[in-house]
């Protein structure tokens, strides 16, 4: 002041203090901008780990539902034999198996984790957040409905068939068959098998005419007929609640987003590899001619092998373990569900158990139409890797 320097002064302290707020600034803008990456970042696993949860559940939930849907088709086979005069020949395969009830959970810790801890701010989309949410709601409402159903139809029919069936309906025949194949089980060295090694009778043994003439019989069995198709229905609404939250994920993700809009118009939503291409284009090879086809599918495809003759199940089996060097039965591959998916549209009432073995085996089913599901199976797997 005394050198009349005030303004030069002023200026510079002012110049001063616009760089420390401009370096302020420049800091908070770089540490928003890591801030922003960070949350990205954390966005994206969260994304690809709601993926892999939803992923792991639509395996499990076609399986279950085509289990549920199969028992269900067995339960009817007894319903329809009560329309009949004479009880078909095969009719015993279908009375009570031993079937089960199962309430499945798809894999929801990630989404509940997001939910309950507050933390679903991660996500950027408002819309993805309500449908997680959406999600997860409506599953919890049909596995109440599932489990209302296995209380309402399955306990009912399970106490009716325990009450008019006290023992099972099978010859002493079949049971020693049976026995002598178990030999070899870790129950039979142990001493714990429940039957002897050979038996003389059968216990209180149901006869077959009789229990299709029993009121109770009948309303067992449409009780587990009713559990087993509506219990697949849900399973089935859930699956389709699942892809669609799937799709939605894919366009969300880095990662899958080019697959959201193949996904979205498709109708089995599976995500292939180069590998699921190569074991059907083996498989087709396999199968090259109607000589190395085996219309009597058993499981068993040792004798497929030795003889080179594939029923569609083993010729699969056989060109996933060449590619890979494993046969993934739980859950199948995606290359497998594909043409699960396709056999679909060439049932034609031909399953009741076993998808594969039940339409390989069947006497509708040609070689021609073996070749096409086994064509469009690798046509659209074709489609989404190109």
Wanted: hydrophobic fraction near 35%; charged fraction near 30%; include cysteine.
């Amino acid at each position: 002041m005394e050198k009349n320097k005030t303004g030069k002064y002023l200026k510079y302290a002012i110049g001063e203090i616009a760089l420390v707020m401009i370096g302020i600034l420049l800091a908070l803008q770089v540490n928003e901008w890591n801030n922003e990456r960070n949350r990205k970042k954390a966005e994206q696993d969260v994304i690809e780990q709601l993926i892999a949860d939803l992923s792991k559940s639509q395996h499990e939930l076609e399986s279950i539902s085509r289990r549920t849907k199969g028992e269900a088709r067995e339960r009817a086979q007894v319903i329809q034999a009560l329309w009949k005069d004479e009880l078909p020949d095969d009719i015993g395969n279908y009375v009570w198996g031993g079937a089960g009830s199962t309430v499945y959970s798809p894999v929801l810790g990630t989404a509940q984790s997001l939910i309950n801890s507050g933390r679903m701010d991660v996500l950027s989309s408002k819309e993805l957040k309500n449908d997680i949410v959406a999600y997860v709601e409506a599953v919890g409402y049909t596995l109440k409905d599932i489990k209302r159903y296995e209380e309402t139809y399955y306990r009912t029919g399970v106490e009716l068939i325990r009450e008019v069936m006290p023992g099972p309906h099978q010859s002493k025949e079949y049971f020693n068959a049976r026995n002598e194949a178990s030999k070899k089980s870790y129950l039979y060295r142990e001493n714990l098998n429940s039957r002897p090694a050979e038996i003389d009778k059968v216990p209180f043994q149901t006869n077959l005419e009789q229990l299709f003439e029993n009121q109770k019989f009948s309303t067992a069995y449409r009780n587990l007929y009713l559990y087993h198709r509506n219990t697949g229905f849900k399973y089935g609404d859930i699956l389709d609640e699942t892809n669609a939250l799937l799709v939605k994920l894919y366009r969300a993700s880095n990662k899958y987003s080019d697959l959201a809009e193949q996904l979205e118009n498709s109708e089995h939503y599976l995500v292939f590899e180069p590998v699921d291409l190569e074991i059907l284009n083996r498989a087709d090879e396999l199968l090259s001619e109607h000589s190395k086809w085996n219309n009597n599918e058993d499981r068993e495809c040792e004798d497929d092998n030795t003889n080179e003759s594939y029923s569609l199940y083993c010729a699969l089996a056989k060109a996933s373990e060449e590619i890979i060097g494993e046969w993934d039965d739980e859950p199948y591959r995606p290359a497998i569900r594909m043409v699960l998916f396709t056999l679909k549209k060439y049932e034609n009432r031909r399953v009741v158990e076993s998808v594969f073995e039940d339409w390989n085996n069947h006497p509708d089913t040609i070689f021609e139409e073996l070749k096409i599901v086994l064509k469009e199976s690798i046509d659209e797997i074709k489609k989404q890797l190109n």
